[in-house]
């Protein structure tokens, strides 16, 4: 029987605990395991860097959600992306991003693995004949975000699953602003997917964590060995508060979805906004592709405002009920100046993002209020 997003969501990976029939995955705070004699080990466990068995469920859970044979949890998304690409990637090795990529996972390409050896170059995902150009002998992964952090752009993960493979490489693909509730690359031919599960898969913004969920055995079997070897894993008690918010997940999904619909149609008929990036709307560059390949199109939108930077960073100072923060994906709407927080790394870069830009996360508060509270905030 195939079972749905939801009904996996709540149940996979996820049994009653044999001992007492708890319906929630106890919370496993341990370090080592009894074996039952010399390399018996019971479970499968024997330390938790390797295994543990609240950050099994998890795995499992999301390995299920996305279409994938093997799910890894860890510490942040940043600890996920460093270690899947010491894992794929080489010295000498080189690697296409997004132009409009996220300001951390930038700075992991410009200031960490740059000086290891592993050549990067940010190049517009939505132009395929640009991709194609960019790809060398030496190209190990195409890198996708999208939507993309902060300006939504959108890449075609199938036509980019078809050039990598050409060229011998792998397709990756950043799922966090969509969430496997609204878009599967594993099915659309990516090889890897990236979660920062702090964000929507959480959704409560009270953990850390970070998400990688392998299509084959092969790549997934090499992913668990550099886990385990770099050690940047999900403690139990954060592998649980995930767990817990991606029961959640679809429910969530809908209403961000439809909050930030609403806040759309405000901001288009805004006369202080002077663009707005969100791939619902019919003229958003790649609108056909989100439309393909999405469920519906998320819950973040970014806008610039008329008057330039000051006048972006004077709305994000007037929100109330916005709340002005980094991260995304939480049940609380948040607001924000890319420029001066989340991709301030990328000042200076060919990543440089508009200083006249707000990015807003839409929560799944009465929208309402959300409108009233943005409405006055431009003013």
């Known amino acids: 029987m195939t079972e749905g997003f939801e009904t996996l969501a709540i149940h996979a990976g996820q049994e009653p605990d044999s001992l007492t029939g708890a319906v929630v995955p106890p919370i496993y705070a341990v370090s080592t395991y009894k074996q ?28 299920a959600l996305e279409g994938g044979v093997r799910g890894l949890a860890f510490a942040s998304g940043l600890a996920a992306e460093d270690t899947l690409l010491r894992a794929v990637c080489r010295p000498g090795d080189h690697v296409i991003i997004p132009d409009d990529a996220y300001g951390g996972t930038y700075r992991l390409f410009a200031k960490v693995l740059e000086r ?45 699953a078809s050039i990598a493979h050409d060229g011998g490489a792998l397709l990756v693909v950043d799922n966090t602003f969509a969430s496997p509730y609204l878009q599967q690359p594993l099915a659309l031919g990516a090889d890897v997917v990236v979660h920062s599960t702090t964000k929507y898969v959480g959704g409560h913004s009270d953990v850390i964590g970070g998400a990688l969920v392998a299509r084959d055995t092969t790549i997934g079997e090499e992913l668990t060995y550099h886990q385990n070897a770099m050690g940047a894993v999900a403690g139990p008690f954060d592998a649980w508060l995930t767990l817990r918010g991606v029961k959640t997940l679809g429910v969530r999904m809908d209403r961000h979805c439809d909050n930030t619909e609403r806040v759309v149609d405000l901001l288009v008929s805004h006369p202080k906004v002077v663009e707005v990036f969100y791939p619902g709307l019919e003229r958003h560059p790649g609108h056909e592709i989100a439309a393909k390949q999405m469920k519906r199109f998320g819950g973040m939108v970014s806008f610039r405002v008329a008057g330039g930077e000051q006048a972006a960073v004077d709305v994000c100072d007037r929100a109330r009920l916005f709340t002005l923060g980094e991260s995304l994906g939480g049940v609380e709407s948040l607001i924000e100046h890319p420029g001066r927080m989340t991709h301030a790394s990328a000042a200076g870069s060919p990543l440089e993002v508009p200083a006249d830009l707000v990015r807003l996360s839409v929560g799944i508060e009465t929208v309402g209020d959300l409108l009233d509270d943005l409405s006055q905030a431009l003013g």
């Open 36 to 63: 039952d004699g010399v390399g018996g080990l019971r479970g499968g466990y024997e330390y938790s860097r390797s295994a543990n068995p609240t950050r099994t469920a998890l795995e499992s859970c999301l390995a």
């Open 116 to 160: 290891w050896g592993l050549a990067y170059d940010p190049v517009p995902l939505g132009d395929a004949d640009a991709v194609r150009a960019a790809m060398r002998p030496e190209t190990k992964v195409i890198w996708v975000e999208t939507p993309t952090n902060p300006l939504l752009g959108i890449a075609d993960i199938e036509k980019l």
